[in-house]
């Protein structure tokens, strides 16, 4: 046995800890005064630690990312209330083990006077029919529900239950916030690495919480892999050992996930709002986490029609020629006409008017009695047309100088309609300008 590892063994015996469990597991706060971030729900005086600390838990989701605290929240809840606590996995507790929990509620409350609390983690992961079941019960109070997830609970949890309890944000832990965490750990000589004498500076310190990416749990975990190491070097952590366990970043988005839209809306809202580092950015995450390219093409042609339009014409038209190009080549040299179409979209002149001209139109036709097409634009190519007076006094516009006659266009119902309407940004200036000289038939 190594010095590391016996080290480890009697630290860990002296402070009753299972030497088993990892660093992140040894670590998880036991009190708010170890707590570290989500200061907006378990702050000093704010409600649910309030609530929390009063034994006054009402049913609650927390969402959030993975590591930012929400099994802790709990475990936190199990030791401090006086009420019954019973956990739960959704991944493998069905509607028997729910019924089994409740029944024992009932009987807790019937004969001890006391509450139940029941921990569900990852709830998202319930059908329907489970979490319809939990319904009546959270309803009278025969439990109270602390439900955990990574998935937004709007999405994922039925509205009827999501309208019983009480949804907690947590978010993800900032850099700093993450050095704080593991600080704590190096320095800990009951349940952290403090027995081993092992330092980390400020900046591997900081490459460890931006791989981590708002995860404690990641960042404990690599944090115990570097200390490993270095003990073995006999050195402190050093940069080059933190390249060596690292390898590639871990990705955390999910294509089916709440990250995978959140994701594609920054993309193309970073797209509209003129920003091409921002939107490259994008890109590059849903490149590298496998995001399908044509997914991707499509969203870039959308975007050139409804955020550019004419301001720029040539926006759909460099779109779509990505479209075919993705199609015709491929990942990874897909990326390079990705590339071209997003930073030319991004860089363009932006109008919306075309967009909100077919909505308008589209609203009108199903709503409202927009009238007859107008005889003269009515087709007349056949047999008995001129007799029911279609076609007649149409004015073809080639016929008349500037290629242009004044004629009515809209049917009568809805004459001096105004659909599309262009900006003064891009070539729609200059669309603009011509319509203003080219006004055609308006009501009297």
């Known amino acids: 046995m190594d010095l590391f590892t016996s080290a480890a063994l009697n630290a860990e015996k002296n402070a009753g800890i299972d030497s088993q469990k990892p660093l992140a597991v040894r670590m998880r706060p036991q009190a708010f005064d170890e707590f570290v971030g989500q200061e907006d729900s378990v702050g000093k005086g704010r409600f649910l630690r309030v609530m929390i600390e009063n034994d006054r838990i009402p049913s609650l989701i927390l969402f959030g990312p993975p590591g930012t605290g929400k099994t802790t929240l709990a475990r936190m809840i199990a030791v401090m209330t006086k009420s019954n606590f019973k956990q739960l996995n959704a991944v493998a507790a069905g509607i028997a083990d729910i019924r089994k929990v409740v029944d024992e509620a009932h009987e807790q409350r019937k004969f001890y006077q006391k509450r139940t609390i029941v921990f569900i983690d990852e709830i998202h992961r319930f059908n329907k029919s489970q979490q319809d079941v939990l319904l009546p019960y959270v309803e009278d109070g025969r439990i109270i529900l602390i439900g955990a997830t990574t998935e937004n609970p709007y999405f994922e949890v039925n509205h009827a239950l999501l309208s019983r309890v009480r949804v907690v944000r947590l978010h993800s832990l900032s850099d700093k916030q993450m050095i704080i965490v593991l600080q704590k750990a190096l320095c800990d000589k009951k349940r952290g690495l403090g027995e081993y004498g092992i330092g980390c500076a400020e900046p591997e310190l900081t490459t460890i919480a931006q791989a981590a990416a708002g995860d404690a749990r990641v960042a404990l975990n690599l944090l115990e892999q570097a200390a490993m190491l270095a003990h073995t070097a006999h050195s402190n952590i050093t940069a080059e050992i933190l390249s060596d366990i690292m390898g590639e970043k871990l990705q955390t988005y999910d294509k089916k996930g709440d990250n995978h839209y959140d994701t594609v809306s920054a993309f193309i809202k970073s797209m509209r709002g003129s920003d091409p580092d921002a939107a490259i950015h994008y890109l590059a995450r849903m490149i590298v986490a496998g995001e399908d390219v044509n997914f991707i093409a499509r969203r870039i042609a959308i975007c050139a029609a409804e955020d550019v339009g004419n301001a720029d014409p040539m926006a759909l038209v460099v779109a779509m020629a990505a479209v075919q190009a993705v199609q015709f080549i491929g990942l990874p040299e897909a990326r390079i006409p990705l590339a071209q179409a997003v930073t030319y979209i991004a860089s363009a002149p932006k109008s919306n008017a075309a967009y909100l001209s077919i909505d308008s139109a589209l609203q009108d036709v ?25 076609g007649i006094d149409y004015k073809y516009p080639h016929d008349f100088n500037d290629h242009f006659i004044k004629q009515q266009y809209l049917p009568t119902k809805i004459m001096g309609k105004k659909y599309y309407d262009p900006t003064s940004n891009g070539h729609e200036k200059i669309i603009k300008q011509y319509l203003a000289t080219h006004q055609n038939f308006l009501p009297k």
């Open 366 to 390: 199903r709503t409202r009695d927009c009238g007859a097409i107008p005889l003269h634009l009515k087709d007349a190519h056949y047999k008995g047309a001129e007799k029911l007076g279609h």
